[in-house]
C-alpha cells in the first residue's frame, strides 16, 4: 500500500539558506501535518493544512511557510535556515481531519 | 507543566515480560494516540484512541477519558520492539501535544 512520501531524506544547508522539503500524503488523505523533532528531543507540531487550508498552526517560525496544493501534496520552505534548525521533520496525513495519522519517514535537514 | 506526561521514561525489560506505559494528560482532548519510533527516526502510529480499549496483536491501549489516562501495554515482549513510545493528544482544534516519549529496551 501507499504510504507518506517525503523528499528529500536528506539535505544538507548552510546558515542563510533556503530550503523546501515536500510530503505527498497517502492518495485520498486529504490532511497533512508538519512535525520537527531535533536531536534527542520530541516532535514539535508546526502547522497542519485539511483541504488545502491551513487549519491550525504550533511553532512554527515566522521564517517557515507552508501550503498545500491542489492534489493535496504539502511543502514546507524554510528561509534564512538557522543553525538550530537542523532536525528531522515528519509529515503525517490522515484521511480526514482527526483521523490516525499515518507519518512519513522524514527528511533529515543538516544546517552546516 | 508538560500537557502529557509519560511514565516511566525509560524502560528495560527481559523478553517475555509483560510492559506497560502509562500517559496523563490535562487537556481537553478529541483523541489519543501511541506512537512508536524506531532508532533512525521513524514514526508509526500504533493507536488512535478517543474511547475505550484497542487491541493489535501484542499490543493493547487503553483510554480513561474521565481518569484522562490511558495505557500501553505490551504482552510478551520481544526485542522487535525496542523502541521509543510516545503517547500524543490532539484536540479539535487539531493541536497535537506530544510526551516526552518512553524508552524501551527488550533484552533476549
Known amino acids: 500500500a501507499a504510504g507518506v512520501i517525503q523528499s528529500p531524506r536528506h539535505l544538507i544547508k548552510e546558515k542563510r539558506e533556503t530550503a523546501t522539503l515536500k510530503c505527498y500524503p497517502i492518495?485520498?488523505?486529504?490532511?497533512v501535518y508538519w512535525y520537527q523533532q531535533g536531536p534527542g528531543q520530541d516532535p514539535q507540531f508546526l502547522i497542519s493544512?485539511?483541504?488545502?487550508?491551513?487549519?491550525d498552526k504550533g511553532s512554527i517560525p515566522d521564517r517557515f511557510s507552508a501550503q498545500q496544493f491542489s492534489d493535496y501534496h504539502s511543502e514546507l520552505n524554510m528561509s534564512s535556515l538557522e543553525l538550530g534548525d537542523s532536525a528531522l521533520y515528519f509529515c503525517?496525513?490522515?484521511?480526514?481531519?482527526?483521523?490516525?495519522?499515518?507519518f512519513g519517514s522524514g527528511t533529515q535537514l543538516s544546517v552546516l | 507543566k508538560n500537557e502529557v506526561e509519560q511514565s516511566p521514561q525509560n524502560l528495560t525489560a527481559q523478553e517475555g515480560e509483560f510492559i506497560t506505559i502509562n500517559c496523563s494528560y490535562s487537556?481537553?482532548?478529541?483523541?489519543l494516540h501511541w506512537l512508536q519510533q524506531h532508532p533512525g527516526g521513524g514514526i508509526v502510529s500504533l493507536f488512535m484512541?478517543?474511547?475505550g480499549k484497542k487491541k493489535h496483536g501484542r499490543l493493547i491501549a487503553t483510554i480513561n477519558i474521565q481518569e484522562k489516562h490511558s495505557s500501553l501495554h505490551i504482552t510478551a515482549s520481544h526485542p522487535r520492539d525496542s523502541a521509543v513510545y510516545i503517547c500524543?493528544?490532539?484536540?479539535?482544534?487539531?493541536?497535537?501535544?506530544f510526551g516526552t516519549g518512553t524508552s524501551l529496551t527488550v533484552i533476549p
Open positions: 487537556v481537553g482532548i478529541s483523541a
Open positions: 492518495p485520498r488523505h486529504d490532511t
Open positions: 493544512f485539511y483541504e488545502k487550508m491551513q487549519s
Open positions: 484512541l478517543s474511547s
Open positions: 500524543a493528544v490532539s484536540n479539535t482544534g487539531n493541536q497535537f501535544y
Open positions: 503525517a496525513s490522515s484521511v480526514q481531519y482527526g483521523e490516525k495519522l499515518f
